[in-house]
């Protein structure tokens, strides 16, 4: 979810003129267009019908929903067309607050990080994953060794997700190194699993391997740096470029199973 500020959203309703219901000059077709091609998403879909069809109040429900990066970008976008409209030019003042707004948004390197994720995790339809997502966003710069430990917790919650919708049993012991690997091999991610056939065997099998690692490798950092063991006094915690590392890594992880399992879904039918 995006941390734009009401006060915020109030000066784009009038950069926007958004109470007559429309924005800019945009139609249904060219509005659609517009997010499909920036963003990657339906706007006319039901999901951001939450506060009525017109094209301003699914803006609204978008911004309220999507992460700060993607809202500023299309923010970015929607400020740079609104000088276009030459009838209806908004101030210079509020024209350079709008843009310094969808700026700070842009900033925020965790949400960009995180998208592919957000994407590929909606199937799930899990709240505890999205805490989880937004747990690791917001804690990058403020709390580095928290972000690190959701990366791992992360991780953890894909496989069971995963293995709990192909029925799989999971021993309530299972180490994150064996639960990873447990999960690549009923996706038929396993090195074993490549056919000698294929091109490029070699570069798969160790991208395999190394994507089994992931989890053992952040488990680890985890456990020196993160939230699961108490420190001394004199510890020095990881910087926020360490957590980025964790979580870039964890996220690739996870997107990868998520695509891969509903890939295979897609393919076979469900279990």
């Known amino acids: 979810m995006s941390k734009f500020r009401p006060s915020e959203q109030a000066k ?24 499909a091609g920036l963003v990657g998403v339906d706007i006319h879909s039901e999901k951001y019908c939450r506060f009525g069809s017109s094209k301003a109040n699914k803006l609204r429900s978008f911004w309220t929903q999507e992460d700060d990066h993607t809202v500023g970008k299309v ?20 024209y350079n607050e709008c843009c310094a707004i969808a700026e700070r948004l842009q900033e925020n390197e965790g949400a960009s990080l995180l998208h592919p994720l957000r994407k590929a995790s909606a199937p799930f339809d899990s709240n505890y994953i999205t805490k989880q997502i937004e747990r690791m ?11 690190i430990g959701t990366a791992k917790e992360l991780i953890e919650t894909c496989c069971k997700s995963i293995l709990n919708e192909l029925g799989k049993e999971i021993s309530d012991s299972i180490d ?3 639960l990873t690997k ?25 991208i395999l391997q190394n994507l089994g690692q992931i989890g053992n490798n952040i488990a680890e950092l985890r456990n020196l740096y ?8 004199t510890a020095k915690g990881l910087q926020p470029r360490h957590a980025k590392l964790a979580i870039g890594s964890a996220a690739t992880l996870v997107t990868f199973l998520f695509e891969t399992h509903q890939s295979r879904k897609q393919l076979n039918g469900p279990t």
Request: proline share 4%.
């Open 137 to 147: 966003e917001s804690s990058i710069e403020s709390d580095p060794s928290l972000a």
């Open 12 to 35: 784009f309703e009038s950069l926007l003129n958004m109470k007559s219901g429309y924005i800019l000059e945009f139609s249904d077709p060219t509005f659609d267009a517009f997010f």
């Open 75 to 94: 923010l970015q976008e929607l400020v740079e067309m609104s000088a276009l409209d030459e009838d209806n030019l908004p101030s210079e003042a509020l």
């Open 182 to 206: 447990q999960t690549l091999k009923e996706l038929h991610l396993v090195p074993d699993a490549v056919d000698d056939a294929s091109r490029g065997k070699k570069a798969v099998t160790r």
């Open 226 to 233: 993160g939230t699961g063991h108490g420190k001394s006094h």
């Open 176 to 178: 994150i190194s064996s």
